[in-house]
């Protein structure tokens, strides 16, 4: 934990294989949880909480979510964790599996606490380096960029992936061929009010899950999708993470609800506009932030951000900036930054 406050703003890396299991067909689902671990522990975080379907297996961490399906892992952590070294140790997992690394997707926003990060997370030139270093030499097209907006938040990408993969992607993601496209909001200066609700009472008597499935009725988040099977926790004495699982798409939010860097986030894959506009509103009633940021990764073409504006005007939010970059492999992202009307 930093010395000013818990660093809420999480860095996510999706990495993405090509291969076969014919024997299963589960890919990296077969890894075993020993191994998991271990790998958690070099990057300073455990499995609080895990369920899975047919599709990928869900985990809730001391330190936000992992995922895991056949031949693709998305993990975020928040905190001072060393996200980026469970890249290489995955690698060699997959390869033992008979599977080949062939896109990495890293993004994050700008930290609250940056002096408090320890290598590579000392500043996004280090973790371009580092995944640089540490990537398989086949994934040879690569591109970082900082999106920047007109307040003090940032928007960090970086995509590694290989010439069939590049080749292959034209007009269309590799690992969204159904059309899925990924959100990522953060929010920060929660409303005080609101953000009690992610407080447990002294010596409530409650575990981990028990608390947090209290917390995700008592707030709303319940409602956000209720098509989703939950997995939630909440920390002690504060805090709150949730993991959603609604066939092949998966969904999370983790709160640092302190006053002073109070900090939310949700993250969600969708098929249509419409059903994430809705969920965008319902996410921003629950916690009415002073600020708020929408990153949206879709196919080159698709224009997915747009409407987030009028979907959140009405709810006191006005938007600052928007910026749009295109990536190899990963498509056309849009940054989008707004802030409160507050009087």
Wanted: charged content about 25%; some cysteine; proline content about 3%.
């Amino acid at each position: 934990m930093a010395v000013s406050g818990f660093e809420g703003f999480e860095k996510r890396v999706e990495l993405r294989f090509s291969g076969d299991d014919p024997a299963t067909g589960k890919g990296l689902r077969r890894l075993d949880f020993f191994s998991l671990e271990k790998v958690l522990h070099a990057v300073q975080c455990t499995v609080v909480s895990a369920v899975g379907n047919k599709f990928f297996d869900s985990y809730v961490l001391s330190e936000s979510s992992l995922f895991v399906y056949p031949t693709k892992i998305i993990i975020k952590t928040c905190g001072t964790t060393q996200l980026l070294k469970s890249v290489r140790p995955l690698v060699d997992h997959a390869i033992t599996m008979g599977l080949t690394l062939c896109g990495c997707r890293y993004t994050r926003g700008s930290f609250i606490f940056p002096d408090a990060q320890p290598h590579p997370h000392t500043s996004f030139k280090e973790e371009v380096l580092y995944l640089e270093e540490n990537l398989p030499k086949n994934l040879s097209i690569k591109k970082a960029s900082v999106m920047k907006s007109k307040s003090c938040y940032k928007w960090h990408v970086f995509t590694a992936c290989d010439e069939g993969s590049m080749m292959e992607a034209e007009g269309a993601r590799v690992d969204d061929h159904d059309g899925l496209f990924t959100v990522e909001i953060c929010m920060t200066e929660l409303d005080r009010v609101l953000a009690k609700n992610f407080f447990r009472r002294f010596n409530d008597g409650k575990t981990g899950d028990s608390a947090g499935k209290e917390m995700t009725e008592v707030t709303g988040i319940s409602s956000v999708n209720r098509n989703a099977l939950i997995c939630d926790y909440a920390f002690d004495p504060c805090g709150y993470s949730m993991n959603g699982i609604d066939g092949s798409r998966y969904s999370t939010v983790h709160v640092t609800p302190e006053d002073g860097f109070s900090y939310a986030s949700f993250e969600s894959v969708y098929a249509s506009r419409e059903e994430f506009l809705e969920q965008l509103q319902k996410v921003v009633k629950i916690f009415r932030p002073a600020a708020l940021s929408v990153s949206t990764t879709c196919a080159a073409g698709r224009e997915v951000w747009r409407g987030v504006a009028k979907a959140v005007e009405p709810l006191g939010m006005r938007v600052r900036s928007r910026a749009k970059d295109e990536f190899p492999d990963a498509g056309a992202v849009v940054f989008q930054t707004f802030t409160a009307r507050r009087k």
